[in-house]
């Protein structure tokens, strides 16, 4: 995790020892890695490192939903039943995210296509890694005493400096407190978006003294 309050990226959380196949690979191949690593999807790839499609499990039960049908499925249903390697099961083009790119995209990414995984890509869309959704709350183990260190940093450091006096701000399982005296109350609004991109920070909350109405 990256040691200061600039928002994380997938680089920060995503898993490095990734596992992929190849075009080619076989439908009994591709279901023995994915019980082999424990995974539920796997991407698929081209000249060795080129991200071209994801094949998931949903991918491989479409044969196991028609094994029984007494007429042959229609439409992408017939092809996914009857596909026996990785470019024909696979998703393309695949759902990717850069190892740069913060991480409420990737979130945002994995709601969209309803994926709970995306290869991560450099600039040439070469595997790089993978990020799951538990890798994106990973930011949320965060120990409460470096939250504490990064607001405090927004609020005195960097964010209108003048207009904090004697404040003092907590944390408690992530949950932010900011107390003390603020010289302008119509600023908590502000205050509480800039401590919410906190990495780590659950919520925000105010117990404040203002020296105007």
Same mark, same amino acid.
């Given at each position: ?48 490192? =080129? ?5 998931s499990e949903a991918d491989l039960l479409r044969k196991e939903e028609h094994h ?9 249903? =017939? ?18 995210? =850069? ?20 290869p991560v890509v450099d600039a040439d869309g070469a595997l790089q890694g993978v ?23 927004v609020i005195a450091g960097e964010f209108l400096p003048g207009a904090w006096q ?48």
């Amino acid at each position: 995790m990256n040691g200061n309050r600039h928002p994380a990226r997938v680089g920060d959380v995503m898993t490095r020892k990734v596992v992929a196949v190849a075009l080619g690979t076989s439908f009994k191949e591709i279901v023995r890695t994915l019980e082999q690593w424990k995974v539920s999807a796997v991407p698929v790839v081209a000249d060795g490192t =080129r991200v071209v499609g994801v094949v998931s499990e949903a991918d491989l039960l479409r044969k196991e939903e028609h094994h029984e049908d007494d007429a042959p499925p229609v439409g992408a249903g =017939r092809d996914k039943a009857a596909a026996a390697t990785s470019e024909e099961l696979m998703t393309a083009p695949a759902v990717t995210v =850069r190892e740069d790119a913060p991480l409420a995209q990737a979130a945002r990414t994995m709601a969209l296509h309803r994926v709970k995984r995306l290869p991560v890509v450099d600039a040439d869309g070469a595997l790089q890694g993978v990020v799951s959704r538990g890798d994106l709350l990973k930011v949320f183990l965060r120990p409460d005493e470096d939250i504490v260190r990064d607001v405090r940093e927004v609020i005195a450091g960097e964010f209108l400096p003048g207009a904090w006096q004697l404040v003092d701000v907590e944390a408690a399982d992530g949950i932010v407190t900011v107390s003390g005296l603020l010289a302008d109350r119509s600023l908590v609004p502000v205050v509480a978006r800039m401590v919410r991109s906190v990495e780590g920070v659950v919520d925000v909350r105010f117990d404040l003294t203002s020296t105007r109405v």
